[in-house]
């Protein structure tokens, strides 16, 4: 047997992580011994949690639109996007309003409840975010929930946008904070909590999460998770990525993590934060419908919706409602 607990163990174990309770004191030794777990206790225990605070049949539907594409200055060791790497992504400019608003309707008729629009910048010149603002405005409008994720913010900026009526800001962590450095040179772990500390004293609900398969450590995903669940607050929406391996990016051609541990960290997700919308987020079009469906019985419970996210492939929608219709799942209210 290897650092796995025996279930013996776990039954004599006391059970204060299953009983929904919102705690921000989680040590790493706790959440090192949740990823432990055999395989059949962790997901009762997410599932327990899970069904404390949500329908376990109701996933919300959420849908990405790249508003500005390419040219980022920064160096995220994942990201097609950044100048620093030869992906075949072209630079492109801020889309126009109404092109916006026309993908925002197509979503939103395709089912989408929230519109989320990124940017690849290191942070929003004063002049885009006036645009931003618009867009947000105009989505609002259609009846669509709103999120952006436009880099790092200043405290005017994020009140601007909340001002505007955006929803939600989305910020990863990306990975733990030991393991960051090998990811991102440009950007420091502070600068994303302090950017995340003015989107939340703004009164914007925050979305953070982070990748796993970057060749992290199974210690890098207890780091991770810990940091994610002792935030000042959870994060409303947490989503967790699969790396999407890019050709020509440095995380190309590493070795893939096991869907298995991708599912433990969902749980783990799900029971440290128990009122969080889990998303189940990028690396779904090369999952399989069973790990998908294992995702799901771990506590996620939110996808990204439509055939593209940012600039990589995402499943398309009709093979998102077969799955949707096998597991008998339903759009979140
Ligand atoms: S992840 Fe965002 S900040 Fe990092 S390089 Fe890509 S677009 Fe830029």
């Known amino acids: 047997m290897d650092q796995r607990t025996s279930t013996s163990t776990v039954s004599a174990r006391p059970r ?15 959440v090192r011994a949740l990823f432990a777990l055999p395989f059949p206790e962790l997901i009762f225990r997410a599932q327990s949690v899970h069904r404390m605070h949500f329908d376990p049949a109701a996933v919300q539907i959420s849908t990405l639109l790249s508003i500005k594409t390419g040219g980022c ?15 075949g992504v072209k630079a492109e400019k ?66 601007r946008l909340k001002a505007a009526g955006l929803d939600y800001y989305n910020h990863n962590l990306d990975t733990s904070p030991d393991y960051y450095g090998s990811i991102i040179t440009t950007r420091s772990y502070q600068d994303r909590l302090d950017t995340l500390g003015r989107v939340r004293d703004a009164g914007i609900h925050v979305c953070c999460g982070g990748i796993v398969g970057m060749g992290e ?99 398309g929608r009709d093979r998102d409602l077969r799955l949707m219709d096998r597991l008998g799942l339903v759009p979140m209210e």
């Open 16 to 30: 204060h992580d299953i009983d929904g309770a919102i705690r921000h004191d989680w040590t790493h030794d706790e």
């Open 217 to 315: 450590g199974p210690e890098d995903r207890v780091g991770m998770i810990a940091t994610l669940a002792n935030l000042p607050a959870h994060p409303e929406s947490v989503p967790i990525n699969m790396l999407v391996q890019v050709e020509g990016t440095p995380l190309a051609g590493g070795g893939a993590l096991d869907p298995i541990d991708f599912v433990r960290t969902i749980a783990v997700a799900r029971i440290t934060m128990p009122k969080s919308v889990v998303r189940l987020s990028a690396g779904r079009e090369d999952m399989s419908d069973e790990t998908q469906a294992l995702c799901f019985l771990a506590g996620a419970n939110s996808i990204f919706y439509g055939p593209k996210l940012l600039t990589t492939p995402n499943p």
């Open 94 to 159: 801020l889309m126009s309003l109404d092109a916006v608003l026309a993908e925002a309707a197509a979503a939103k008729r395709a089912g989408a409840s929230r519109f989320c629009m990124g940017a690849a910048w290191r942070e929003p010149k004063d002049r885009d975010l006036d645009r931003v603002c618009e867009m947000v405005e105009g989505v609002r409008a259609l009846g669509l929930e709103t999120c952006a994720t436009l880099g790092m913010l200043t405290a005017p900026q994020a009140q």
């Open 73 to 87: 200055p920064e160096d995220c060791a994942y990201c097609p996007q950044s100048v620093k790497y030869e992906t």
